[in-house]
């Protein structure tokens, strides 16, 4: 049954799907979009999951979870993102083009609905970071400044504040072992390039009040312990690699980037349903012809894309697996990244 204080003639009961997205731990709470919605987040769901690099990742998927992690989102006031891969031990700048851009369009998707949007990075690549935000700013692909802050910076705000976020979201983010250490696909140790983000996470598991996403590709990614004997037995040095600290939810992609562009894709049907859009008004007030979304207010364009992949490769990042510096990303041309877009686009349009 929903109730509210006002007649809606169109609607139909069985139009209607309640999807409960409390954490075990917490007292029960649904949200409410309807079937269509639902469809196109599953359409959503299916397309992050192609896998050109083979690694397995759909052994890994948890289906709903990209839906539950959306409406997480939708219902939540402030909200962590934490990303960082130094897998490139070799390099100066040992980030990877996988995580940041997927960050950022998440990122930017929350702003568009009015979140509140915090960074928390290494204290190595704040700078880095900061100036990712600054170039994205600069090309109209985020709206608002975001704030970067290092992991002792936001361990102090812990201190200082108690719950500072609701949701807690890593994407592409190395994530600790049982062996206490972090994993590159290959089972290098990167372990003296990683902060303890992950305890923020565990922090989060014993607390009803905050819901931890994770966004990973291969199961070495911070959120992954939530799947962790699956990495152990279908991902390449499985046993090695897998990440143990887990997330309430799992958004799993071939590859990472995909997978924010899925969630930034998932807000915006989320919040282009009128259904659940009443719902989060709390079902009170005059119902009033909703503002239609920007899909470009949800999805970087094209020239937003290529623009900051040029610019983290003027930083030095490069593409994880051919260490190029060409737009590339885990070993994919940027034509191929920016048809994901256009097919994310056409689905969510």
Not at 68 to 80: E, P
Not at 123 to 139: E, G, H, R, Y
Not at 150 to 175: M, T
Not at 331 to 341: A, C, D, S
Request: proline share 4%; charged share 20%.
């Amino acid at each position: 049954m929903f109730i509210t204080d006002v007649k809606l003639e169109s609607l139909q009961e069985d139009c209607l799907a309640v999807v409960p997205i409390s954490k075990p731990c917490a007292p029960v709470f649904a949200s409410v979009l309807t079937h269509q919605a639902c469809s196109r987040i599953r359409q959503l769901e299916d397309a992050i999951l192609d896998d050109p690099g083979g690694r397995g990742v759909a052994h890994l998927v948890q289906r709903g979870d990209l839906l539950k992690a959306c409406l997480t989102l939708s219902h939540s006031t402030s909200v962590a993102i934490t990303t960082g891969f130094p897998c490139l031990v070799q390099y100066d700048q040992k980030q990877e083009t996988d995580g940041l851009p997927g960050a950022l369009a998440i990122a930017q998707s929350l702003l568009a609905i009015g979140k509140k949007v915090t960074f928390i990075s290494d204290t190595s690549t704040k700078a880095v970071f900061q100036s990712c935000v600054d170039c994205m700013l600069a090309n109209g692909g985020l709206s608002s400044y975001l704030e970067v802050l290092s992991y002792s910076e936001a361990e102090e705000l812990y201190s200082r504040v108690h719950s500072p976020f609701d949701c807690l979201l890593a994407i592409e983010r190395a994530g600790r072992g049982v062996d206490g250490c972090y994993h590159t696909m290959r089972g290098v140790d990167i372990s003296e390039f990683c902060e303890p983000v992950d305890d923020l996470f565990l922090q989060a598991q014993c607390n009803p009040a905050v819901t931890t996403i994770g966004v990973g590709d291969g199961g070495n990614e911070l959120g992954m312990g939530k799947v962790q004997s699956l990495v152990e037995t279908h991902i390449d040095h499985g046993r090695a690699i897998a990440c143990s600290v887990s997330s309430d939810l799992l958004v799993c992609a071939g590859v990472s980037n995909w997978g924010g562009y899925g969630i930034a894709g998932g807000l915006f049907v989320v919040r282009n349903c009128p259904t659940h859009e009443r719902y989060v008004s709390h079902a009170v007030g005059t119902v009033q012809d909703p503002q239609p979304l920007l899909v470009d207010n949800f999805l970087p364009t094209n020239e937003q894309t290529t623009a900051l992949l040029q610019h983290m490769n003027t930083l030095g990042i490069r593409d994880g697996i051919t260490h190029s510096l060409d737009q590339s990303v885990d070993g994919l041309p940027l034509q191929t990244h920016l048809r994901k877009l256009q097919q994310l686009r056409d689905i969510i349009a």
